[in-house]
């Protein structure tokens, strides 16, 4: 077990691991991370707000980048996988944004709605 603990150590401890840290190859796709981040966050919030063309947009600028990230020499793993979660998550906002405006979505919505306002009782 202190084999690999040392080993590791040794391995952050290293100029490459540092010189790594402080590179573009690093930051860019740790900053990229906001964009998954917030598209997973929206998964909670009411379809009606998800842009159809936004959506679109950032599914082929993911598709794009991911294989920008496996092409480059050496390959860029955490841009990588940071776009294919953001692809994912562009696709389930796609699907969403498909359901509530083409596939009734918004009707089923409103009449979940209707049924639960309850009347108001005038007062005496």
């Not at 080993?7 to 840290?21: M, T, V, W």
């Not at 294919?84 to 699907?95: I, K, M, P």
């Amino acid at each position: 077990m202190a084999s690999w603990a040392s080993q590791l150590g040794q391995k952050i401890a290293s100029p490459e691991f540092r010189q790594y840290l402080m590179s573009t190859h690093f930051w860019g796709p740790v900053a990229n991370w906001g964009l998954p981040l917030a598209a997973i966050a929206d998964f909670k919030k009411d379809p009606e707000l998800i842009s159809g063309k936004m959506t679109g947009a950032l599914s082929v600028y993911s598709l794009l980048f991911m294989r920008f990230a496996w092409m480059v020499q050496p390959r860029n793993y955490l841009l990588f996988a940071c776009h294919a979660t953001n692809e994912v998550a562009q696709l389930t906002q796609g699907f969403r944004f498909i359901e509530y405006h083409h596939f009734g979505g918004n009707v089923a919505q409103a009449k979940v709605v209707e049924e639960l306002k309850v009347p108001l009782e005038p007062k005496a």
